[in-house]
T-cell receptor, first 110, second 119 residues
Framework: SQQGEEDPQALSIQEGENATMNCSYK?????LQWYRQNSGRGLVHLIL?????REKHSGRLRVTLDTSKKSSSLLITASRAADTASYFC??????????FGTGTRLKVLA | DTGVSQDPRHKITKRGQNVTFRCDPI?????LYWYRQTLGQGPEFLTY????????KSRLLSDRFSAERPKGSFSTLEIQRTEQGDSAMYLC?????????????????FGSGTRLTVV
């Protein structure tokens, strides 16, 4: 079963615009991570945010975490065509494994 | 090569045949995971190893599935008597973790996956 659900399921934007995707989860967590997956490939780790953190930045990525609402958001600023991919949140509920959400498919139009 | 390698990249098999996939993790990583991903969905956990010990298996892993990690190095995932419902991408990931449940700050390193098609 999957713990997280991303919203929206699909997002299409113009190059240069910002992209925001959200993740909701069900149980308490130690940390939450975001991964990117290009079509037909494995997943690439982007950023981790711990349960006691509220916001984290990495380059053009900004992640927020609201543990009271059991939700997280990923913001990609100044998007590029190369950002076209599926993005997944993954939660660590302290059970030795990550549980992935259903993903947001992002398409950045040049 | 410092990444996670999976072999083969693609496998087409007839229903009822057995298939075996291989994963070579990053050498210093002590944890190895297998996930399955179907089209349009996120990866679903199948099983994981801490060194050579298989510590957890998902309910998704029926008795037709078996995984091994001899000597705590590479791992194999075998599916016996394949069914069309087994068609999916099988992803391997590894990580370096301590003794507690939580995984390190760097998450998983995934391989490129093996895409299985059962016809």
């Amino acid at each position: 079963s999957q713990q997280g659900e991303e919203d929206p399921q699909a997002l299409s934007i113009q190059e240069g615009e910002n992209a925001t995707m959200n993740c909701s989860y069900k149980t308490s967590i130690n940390n939450l991570q975001w991964y990117r997956q290009n079509s037909g490939r494995g997943l690439v780790h982007l950023i981790l945010i711990r349960s006691n953190e509220r916001e984290k930045h990495s380059g053009r990525l900004r992640v927020t975490l609201d543990t009271s609402k059991k939700s997280s958001s990923l913001l990609i600023t100044a998007s590029r065509a190369a950002d076209t991919a599926s993005y997944f949140c993954a939660t660590d509920p302290g059970t030795y494994k990550y549980i992935f959400g259903t993903g947001t498919r992002l398409k950045v139009l040049a | 090569d410092t990444g996670v390698s999976q072999d083969p990249r693609h496998k087409i098999t007839k229903r009822g045949q057995n298939v075996t996939f291989r994963c070579d993790p990053i050498s210093e990583h002590n944890r190895l995971y297998w996930y399955r991903q179907t089209l349009g969905q996120g990866p679903e956990f199948l099983t994981y190893f801490q060194n050579e010990a298989q510590l957890e298996k998902s309910r998704l892993l029926s008795d037709r599935f078996s995984a091994e990690r001899p000597k705590g190095s590479f791992s194999t995932l075998e599916i016996q008597r394949t069914e069309q419902g087994d068609s999916a991408m099988y992803l391997c990931a590894s990580s370096l973790a301590g003794q507690g449940p939580s995984i390190n700050d760097y998450g998983y390193t995934f391989g490129s996956g093996t895409r299985l098609t059962v016809v």
